[in-house]
């Protein structure tokens, strides 16, 4: 597949499935499941699954345009996670388990408690948790599910925890990485939509995005928004690197707060009502940034990457340990 | 989505990347004694002798032809050298202007004897050339220049007016001269061409004009009855705004718009390794700067392979230079206030000097080359609200 028939592909389906009621339906497992069944016919599940383990083979930068376009809908399902999950546990020579596989941020064991902070955790069939330098998978039938009550993690604790372990996976840097994707997506449909009503919505007898001040802030907001695409490339093409997934959390975070602020700044009173969709953009953004670290526990990992690193220069320290 | 879209990720060809490694030694040697304030000056600091030995290195005119002297290898060989130029603060001055728009320009719009008369110099950094654009009653607005090259009978022109904010034009050999040939200032971009001006002539004069740091880098260069030959004219008379813009893209998403603070970076970094603790809200703080200059890196290098394909992608140039000179003024102010969080800290005097530097002429990154509501206005336009 090509890069733009998958971006095609990616935002047909969502276009189609996943829609700002179905966004707002989705509450659990159960309100989950048939807009699950549907993503799931769509073949992306095992697109990062090696060819030898019956996948598409593709890599995180061909996937990327999936991350793009659930970010650009909003969907509050961990289907970027699923697809990442599923080519890691195929790698360990695990089975893959059906359903809807999250990914969790953080763990820490208690006697024979494991207490999970799990993004998406309502949601989940089974949950991939951080256990020393890997990740063991986990049903999430076998645990107890407390939510914040806001959508943005949820707190998942089992007693005497026991699962299939993959070395080496990353949860936090995974999770990270593809909140930086969906969050660049989320923003440029939000780019989408501030340029169209600055264009549909009239004041003063013309349009208000005939007004300097108002082109100003759509400016500014085209810059942030290309600007987290690149960054969300840069860690799509360095998936592994602790460097470059830290530098897209830094970028896309910082971006996500200007680039909401501007979105509600330019719809205005509207832009505050339940009945407009921008508020289900603007959520994706806050449970984005307060995701798997926020932009200032990356900044503090690259810095001490920076600081302690040989490299001579900041340019040096950046072309080789970002841009692979 | 809107017609303007990201512009596809790009990355450096390893055949160019290869220059790096020389490049680094030559400047290791070449800037061993100069402090990082004098270093700080970036694009700023001139240097004719160190642009000719530039040019003795093939390291000038990248992008142009083997037959006009030219490496011949491409606006990515010259990102590579030009990133690390900066990066170390070496005195580019003198030849960067020419190397970067004037060489490009002569080689698209210029005649063959133009070509053969410039190109070969430039390469081999023995001809600069400066940019006549803004003028005292035009900055912003520069369909308004009132210079005027009055055509003469006999073929060629007189040429009258001034231009100001110059960069080096105390130490170019001649201008490129954006001046209206035709109509009224009413005529606006009409009527506009671009012309080559020997500055060894009779009837200019050039002031230099001193900058807050104490620097005389621009100057106001003033035309009284200069007489130009017919061959100054370079490129289509009537055409000049549309030149002057396509010049643009190149002017504005290089790594120069990006890397204008990093001397300051790198020795507050030096400083920063060289205590026995360090804040967390300065770690924190060198982590942003890696990762904006990541993404700032990735967006030019995009529009850069964009310029190899032959596009002119002057609005994701505009945006390139908008959010670089925002992350460049960013710098000193953030680095101010992580120097002097403690008062009892002793900075190196080198340090508070280079910050002093770019705490200075820091305004200036979102001046020169377009200001930035002008490039705002640009992007607007591109996104298809005006």
Known sequence: MTDTLIADTADRLMAEIVTPAAVRGLKDRVSAAPVWASLAESGFLDALVAEAQGGAGLSCAETLPVLLATGRHALPLPLAATMAARAAIASAGEAIPEGIIAIAASARSDDDVLLAQVPAGEFADMVLVPDGDGAILLSADAASLETTGEGTFCRMRWRGANGPRLPGFDALLTGARIEAAEMAGAMEAMFATTLRYANDRSQFGKPIGKFQAVQQQLAVMTELVHGARAAANLAACAPTGMEAVAAAKVTVGEAAAEVAAIAHAVHGAIGMTEELDLHLLSDRLRRGRLRYGSERYWAERLGTAVLGSGQATMLDFVRTRIFL | ?386
């Open chain 2, 1 to 386: 989505m809107t017609s303007f879209s990201p512009l596809p990720y790009a990355t450096i060809p390893a055949g160019d990347e290869a220059l790096r490694s020389e490049v680094k030694a030559f400047l290791a040697e070449a800037l061993a004694a100069m402090p990082p304030e004098k270093r700080a000056r970036s694009w700023m600091g001139s240097d004719p002798a160190f642009s000719r030995a530039l040019g003795r290195r093939g390291w000038l005119g990248l992008s142009l032809p083997k037959r006009y002297g030219g490496a011949e290898r491409g606006f990515f060989a010259r990102f590579v050298i030009a990133e690390e130029l900066l990066a170390a603060g070496a005195p580019v001055a003198a030849h960067w202007i020419t190397d970067r728009q004037s060489g490009p320009l002569i080689l698209r719009y210029g005649t063959e004897a133009q070509r053969q008369s410039y190109l070969p110099k430039i390469s081999a950094g023995e001809m600069f050339f400066c940019i006549g654009m803004s003028e005292p009653n035009s900055g912003s607005d520069l369909a308004s220049v009132r210079t005027r090259a009055e055509p003469l009978p006999g073929g060629g022109y007189r040429l009258n007016g001034r231009k100001i904010w110059t960069s080096n034009a105390a130490i170019c050999d001649a201008m490129i001269a954006l001046v209206r040939t035709s109509g009224t200032i009413e005529d606006r971009q009409r009527g506009l061409s671009q012309v080559i001006v020997d500055l060894k002539q009779p009837g200019i004069s050039i002031r230099p004009i001193r900058d807050l740091s104490g620097d005389a880098h621009f100057a106001e260069v003033t035309f009284d009855d200069v007489v130009l030959p017919a061959d100054a004219l370079i490129g289509e008379e009537g055409a000049g705004w549309e030149q002057v813009n396509a010049e643009l893209a190149f002017e504005r998403s290089g790594p120069e718009r990006i890397l204008s603070s990093m001397v300051l970076v790198d020795t507050w970094l030096g400083y920063l390794k060289s205590l026995p603790a360090r804040s967390r809200d300065d770690v924190v703080l060198v982590g942003r700067l890696a990762a904006h200059l990541a993404s700032l890196r990735a967006l030019s290098l995009s529009v850069t392979a964009s310029l190899v394909a032959g596009d002119s992608p002057v609005v994701h140039a505009a945006l390139v230079k908008d959010l670089g000179t925002t992350y460049e003024q960013m710098i000193p102010a953030a680095i101010s206030a992580a120097i002097a969080a403690d008062p009892e800290a002793s900075p190196p005097d080198a340090l508070m000097r280079t910050l002093a530097y770019t705490v200075s002429m820091a305004p200036s990154f979102s001046l020169r080359g377009g200001t930035r509501e002008i490039l705002r206005g640009m992007i607007a336009r591109g996104i298809g609200l005006r």
